[in-house]
């Protein structure tokens, strides 16, 4: 009898995550409504108005259902999230647009009324959305999902799972009906053990219970590609390389360009204040030039305010984190805490060397070393490195062979994923992570996947390679 109670309190819990968002988006549908018609046409709040969106807002719901915006499953990321509310807007702003003119009506108009309403309804929807992701952190929100995979694997992500936590709410469980909210597959292992795995399969089917990839869930709990594949070349056949394909580099080139000039131009109080300062405290140069592996490897000459004392680079890649900071000038401490010592690489993006969001460019002999311990790392060099990018909001800054092998996980999901809302989310995120500390930010390590049977050997996890040693 007991465990009849609890099953119902999950199902219960089921039927609530998929009944609040959509029910709490009407509402601020209506909310962005009557915001708009009382700052322009305050005689028109009435019911009647009302009633007139309803069929409208019902289907700006539909398409939302459409476009991911209520796949409480698995998507978490930010990322995502914009990107779908950016199509969400233009697709709600064309529906409405056809259907005011097929309603002829009089009094309410398209143009601006509809205009404001989406853009307000939208960028309130998108605090709602990060509200409701909070409330994971609640057990009476949480998910459960199967695991069908090596036990090993699967002891590996439950164990990292506890610090994400807060953020997707996931809990493994044995199959259950109610009470399980998705099945996470490996299928490779699925292959392998299909028996064990037909009767979950069949039942989650039959019940609709949705089921994901382990690479999918992988990426969607831990924002990275997982090491085993981060290790093999051959993932940019499928992944990487159609993403360089299209018309999206050219518009991320002219938003590069424009944002380049923009900034430059607002900061520039701040890089002549700063210029002065260097020049004053700490002598010339002001500026430090490094040569740095660009767009397919090619190298260019970085542009940064100095923050080091000079000869600093002699002592080799890949310095240790209390020799490095012993060689930081007192001023450059205080630049590079709050990331001003950057504001030169504008420069870099404005000329093309550079893009706002990319892979870090990483020192030319770094990465005479990297490319060799690790066969995957020349993929990072398929974009153009950025001043900021989703390894750098999302990992601490490295000094070590072990923080850039880690890194290069989270380079491979930006190439994956590479996309207009990605790079949005990266450049929100940005803001808080320039406020925020290296010592604050807790880097752990990619949870390790068993390298399967009949694959390279070098497909194993690459983390797995630290007995070699440093470079002196």
Known sequence: MPQERSLNRVGTRHYWRWMIPP???????????????????????TVETGLAFLPLFMTWIAVMYALGLYDLRLVR?????????LASSGACLALGTTYFYLL???????????????MISHA?????????????????LDQRFVFLGDPADMAEIEKDIPHHAGETGLTIVPWQYPGVDMV???????DWNWEAARPVFLAAIERGVPIVTLEDFYESVFGKVSPHYAGRPSWALKF??????????????AFDASGSAALLIATAPILV??????????????FYRQARAGFLGRPFMVLKFRTMSLGAE??????????HGASITRLGKILRRYRIDELPQLWNVLIGDMSLVGPRPEWVREVEVLEKVVPSYHLRHLVKPGITGWAQVKFRATNSIDDSIEKIHFDLYYLKYLSLGLDISILLQTVKRVLTHDSQVVARRSPALQPKQNVEHWAADLTAHLEHPRPS
Request: some cysteine; aromatic content about 10%; overall charge positive.
């Open 23 to 45: 029910l709490v988006d009407c509402l601020l549908f209506y909310v962005s409504l009557f915001t708009t018609i009382a700052l322009r046409q305050p005689q028109l709040l």
């Open 77 to 85: 990321s930010s990322v995502s999230l914009i990107k779908n509310l």
């Open 104 to 118: 002829h009506s009089k009094s309410l108009t398209p143009k601006t009324h509809l205009l404001l309403t989406v």
């Open 124 to 140: 309130l929807i998108l605090g709602w959305r990060r509200a409701w992701l909070m409330l994971l952190h609640y057990s009476f």
């Open 184 to 190: 996470v597959a490996d299928s490779r292992w699925v």
């Open 240 to 253: 990487t390389l159609p993403n360089n394909i299209g018309p999206f580099l050219w518009i991320k080139r």
């Open 273 to 286: 204040a700063t210029a002065a300062l260097i020049a004053l405290i700490d002598g010339r140069p002001i």
């Open 314 to 323: 002699t002592t080799g890649p890949f310095t240790s984190a209390k020799a």
